[in-house]
């Protein structure tokens, strides 16, 4: 397999909102084609399974089903609804229960088994293979597959692959809506426009974020771990981005809800540990910015992604990385990812780091012979 090198991901990073403006339309029409309006219109409760990028695709896009599908939606890892979620729908009309298992591969173990459980649990509920490779094994398991494959840049921690299973979630959630009287065709365009018009802000932001990505990589490149947080979407985005850092940077790094951080972690030495936080002007902002204001007070460098003519964020911030405009809550996901990939990106460099740590060939030995091993057990 070729190796990981981060130029690849800048390439998939700076082409994120061309790749939404060219390849909305078409998942779009895929799930239409999919699911049909009749079967859209029964469901009323949405459960997806998804390990990794695709957990924090599917956590990222609930608030959408929420304002504009009207149903029950719960975004589980993999291995939690195997485990604990599948048996525990709801059954008393199990063709309104709609399991989506999200893969970019569509390889992915628990996921395959997540929708197979699903099936034995009750037949009579639609199964969905949301997945990047439609000739894979869960859309081979799945009863319907929507496929959000979007051509491909060459191997790197997932970003392309990241944004198409949004774009994924948004059109299903888009067209639930639709399909159960909750949105008109016209609402629908209405909320497409705003997707297509986040791309702006993407091409944007890009230019503004670079070099504050740059500068903050180099002033925080000596800390043994990053706490990054967010609420709502942007506690998914917050997870994503924190997963980009390790992967990128092999450094590490978790994510936490905003209030979470403030009754837990606040606690924990040392008391000048970065924290990244996520923060677009929505329903979380006010609450964010008063926590800005704690965390500096505490003594921890704060980097922010905030809109960038927010004087509030940028008076705590010591990194402001801009966002250059304004998004809907809902869809800043799109958006608001943006710098983190920048910013894992410089860090790697500027450590002297590939991704998955390839530039350490003792690492990568010990974990190639842990992961044949975990693979062996993964049937069973």
């Not at 972690?265 to 929505?282: F, K, L, Q, S, W």
């Not at 509030?312 to 608001?336: I, N, T």
Request: some cysteine.
């Amino acid at each position: 397999m070729d190796p990981f090198k981060p130029d690849v991901m800048i390439g998939q990073v700076e082409d994120v909102g061309h790749l939404i403006r060219t390849e909305f339309d078409e998942i779009d029409r895929r799930l239409q084609e999919s699911l049909s309006a009749e079967t859209l219109k029964r469901i009323h409760q949405v459960y997806v399974a998804g390990d990794g990028d695709s957990w924090h695709a599917a956590m990222a896009v609930k608030l959408a089903f929420q304002k504009y599908a009207g149903v029950i939606y719960e975004p589980l890892s993999a291995m939690r609804f195997l485990a604990y979620g599948a048996e525990a729908m709801p059954l008393k009309f199990p063709e309104a229960n709609l399991v989506v298992g999200i893969s970019a591969s569509g390889g992915s173990t628990r996921v395959v088994q997540s929708l197979e459980k699903a099936k034995a649990v009750n037949e009579q509920l639609v199964t969905m293979g949301m997945v990047g490779n439609p000739e894979s094994k869960v859309a081979e398991v799945a009863d319907v597959v929507f496929s959000v494959e979007v051509p491909d840049f060459g191997p790197s921690p997932g970003i392309r692959t990241y944004v198409a299973s949004l774009l994924g979630g948004y059109s299903l959630a888009l067209r639930l809506g639709e399909a159960r009287g909750r949105l008109t065709a016209s609402d629908v365009s209405a909320e497409r426009d705003k997707i297509m018009a986040a791309t702006g802000v993407v091409d944007a932001t890009l230019e503004k974020c670079k070099e504050p990505a740059r500068e903050a990589a180099e002033a925080m490149k000596g800390s043994p771990f990053f706490s990054f947080v967010g609420s709502g979407p942007s506690f998914a985005t917050a997870y994503f981005s924190s997963a980009k850092v390790v992967e990128a940077a092999g450094v590490f790094s978790t994510a936490q809800d905003l209030e979470e951080w403030v009754h837990i972690e606040h606690h924990a030495y040392p008391t000048d540990y970065p924290i990244y936080m996520v923060a677009p002007r929505g329903s979380s902002f006010d609450r964010a910015e008063k926590l800005a204001y704690l965390v500096t007070l505490l003594g921890h460098p704060l980097i922010a992604v905030s809109e960038d003519l927010d004087s509030g964020m940028k008076k705590h911030a010591r990194f402001l990385l801009p966002v250059a405009g304004q998004v809907p809550d809902e869809y800043s996901p799109l958006v608001y990812h943006v710098p983190a990939n920048y910013f894992a990106c410089e860090l790697a460099q500027i450590l002297g780091r590939m991704p998955f740590m390839q530039d350490n060939d003792d690492v990568r030995k010990r974990i190639n012979a842990v992961t044949s091993q975990i693979r062996d057990t993964e049937e069973t």
